[in-house]
């Protein structure tokens, strides 16, 4: 009972988290308890759940890959088929959410999502697509400093996108590519280390660029203290949040980041190839001598239609779009941030705490050493994500944990990710989790 109330009390005053301790413990009655006193445990209902081929609900973990589906996403999306179809091209003007300014609709929520002012961010695109724009216009070689920094297990699209800008560069990506490498032994990386080697390195690197939470590993980065760290040796310094956007509270604006790029249909619950986000630092964003890449929708829209072959870029980060909104794409976006806006990040962070710790604890009370978590173990360094290594055939285990009703996903050679969504995931289910892979992985001992 004493423990319920810790709970209430710290999703009421997300900010007093670190202060109060709470005892887990093993038996479902608490996750019932957990479940009952959580103040979010409505939001369940406003997303679809996938079941099972016998008709049960999944215990979906796979928030982190792709987001459940809201339920209000499909009005959202009919409500412009319909004007679309009533109106054709005059819903530029007249549909009921007019298609015109249809990424303006976005702008308010988008900015409390990761703490920036409304005109330091966009929706645009598709993440890579806004990584390219933003290394055209931030990562900007010379003689002396064209390095670029980024984390050993960056997502293979980054290492990518970042290869080929330094190859158009003219840079050799085997010369001017540092890689953040783990201590030997460990999995994940230590800020201390990123400090010491931009004391080594720092003059010669132009732009460092870290995933917000690492998508292998689930390590949270000091986004902080990398920005701070980064700027006084003179660096640029970005952050892919394709796993830290609607997952972790955000102060990007404060914390200076320079830029930052990041996926809607992760965490965010926008779908499949959802249209992707971008915030550029006010510092930045009427800089008009910054190089980019122009399209049409970037130009100012008080003269757009005028059609003129002179390209004036719109104020704040709307002058980096290329093309028009990909209007049915930002509806469903629109649809989910309307949720996130009325959950709001600090009561989400809380939960996501005490979710994910609960995970933890109870993988912890799995005898041997069958599971390795690799994510780390301080809170304040990573989100809702744990990764696990597995000992033995972990590929065989990973195929028992979905044929037993759980989807999560696998990464070779040996880590399964597993991300408890507080938005839509229960205690009860993190508790059901650990019960099957627990007998699984007996059962795989045997
Ligand atoms: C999911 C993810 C991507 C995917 O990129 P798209 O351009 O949206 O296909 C890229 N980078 C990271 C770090 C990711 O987690």
């Given amino acids: 009972m004493k423990i319920t109330i810790v709970l209430y009390n710290t999703l009421s005053q997300p900010h007093t988290l670190k202060r109060r301790a709470i005892i887990y413990r093993p038996e479902e009655q608490f996750a019932a308890d957990l479940d009952a006193k959580d103040p979010l445990r409505s939001f369940r209902d406003r997303f679809l759940i996938p079941h099972t081929p016998a008709g049960k609900e999944y215990i979906y973990f796979c928030g982190n890959s792709l987001g459940l589906q809201p339920r209000t996403v499909r009005n959202a999306l009919l409500q ?33 999502l990761v703490g920036a002012n409304v005109d330091e961010v966009v929706v645009m695109n598709s993440l890579t697509v806004n990584l390219h724009l933003m290394m055209v216009s931030f990562y900007r070689p010379t003689t002396e400093r064209y390095k670029i920094l980024i984390e050993s297990n960056a997502f293979p699209s980054d290492q990518y996108a970042v290869q080929s800008q330094l190859a158009y560069h003219g840079y050799d990506p085997a010369e001017a590519l540092i ?12 800020t201390d280390d990123i400090e010491a080697l931009l004391d080594r390195e720092g003059q010669h690197i132009a732009l460092i660029l870290l995933g ?8 949270a980065f000091d986004m902080k203290r990398i920005t701070r760290a980064g700027h006084s040796h003179g660096c640029v310094v ?5 796993h830290a956007a609607g997952n972790l509270r955000m ?26 986000g971008c915030f550029i630092h006010q510092r930045h964003n009427t800089n008009t001598s910054l190089p980019r890449f122009a399209g049409w929708w970037g130009h100012n829209k008080e003269i757009r239609f005028l059609m003129d072959s002179t390209f004036e870029p719109a104020a704040g980060a709307d002058g980096w779009q290329l093309s028009n909104a990909p209007v049915l794409s930002m509806s469903a976006l629109r649809a989910s941030m309307e949720i996130f806006d009325e959950a709001g990040m600090d009561a989400l962070q809380a939960k996501r705490v005490l979710l994910t710790g609960y995970l933890e604890f ?16 301080d809170t304040a360094q990573r989100g809702a994500q744990l990764s696990l290594r597995l000992a033995g055939d972990g590929k065989k285990i990973f195929g028992a944990l979905t044929e037993n009703g759980i989807m999560c996903d696998w990464r070779e050679p040996d880590v399964v990710r597993v991300a408890p969504v507080p938005l839509y995931n229960t205690f009860l289910e993190v508790h059901a989790f650990a019960q099957r892979f627990q007998t699984i992985i007996r059962s795989h001992q045997l």
């Avoid at 890689?179 to 230590?190: D, I, N």
């Avoid at 790029?261 to 926008?270: E, R």
């Fill in 362 to 377: 109870l993988l912890d009370q799995i005898p041997g050493n069958a599971v390795t978590i690799i994510t780390p173990r």
């Fill in 238 to 242: 970005g952050f892919d949040l394709a």
């Fill in 212 to 219: 917000g939470v690492n998508y292998l590993s689930g390590q």
């Fill in 80 to 112: 412009e088929l319909e004007d679309w179809g009533n109106l054709g091209v005059e819903g530029h003007f007249h549909a009921k959410n007019p298609w015109m300014p249809y990424h303006e609709l976005l702008a308010a929520s988008t900015a409390r």
């Fill in 179 to 190: 890689e953040l490498q783990p201590r030997a032994g460990e999995s994940f990386l230590h």
């Fill in 251 to 276: 102060e990007l604006h404060t914390w200076d980041v320079d830029f930052a790029v990041w996926c809607s249909y992760k965490y965010l619950n926008a779908g499949p190839g959802a249209v992707g």
